[in-house]
């Protein structure tokens, strides 16, 4: 799976998890930039992104994210 893949499942699950179609995600998008993404819903996302590629993350991968590139690099090295 290359980079584009991974950035296009990664929006179907924010789409999915935030309830909103409009959502279009790249490798710079922030939590500040999706208004319905918020602290609790980052918990859903990070549950719905480990479920939707088969993988774990670590707290420590998790807090270094300061990017949706970055969470794609992390699913890029675990596949």
């Given at each position: 799976m290359n980079k584009n893949e991974?950035?296009?499942?990664?929006?179907?699950?924010?789409?999915?998890?935030?309830?909103?179609?409009?959502i279009v995600l790249n490798t710079e998008t922030t939590a500040d930039d999706v208004e319905e993404w918020d602290s609790l819903s980052h918990i859903q996302l990070i549950v719905a992104v480990e479920k939707a590629f088969g993988i774990r993350f670590t707290s420590s991968e998790i807090q270094g994210w300061n990017n949706v590139g970055e969470m794609a690099d992390s699913i890029d090295s675990k596949l």
């Open positions: 991974i950035l296009s499942k990664l929006t179907k699950v924010f789409r999915d998890e935030l309830d909103n179609e409009e």
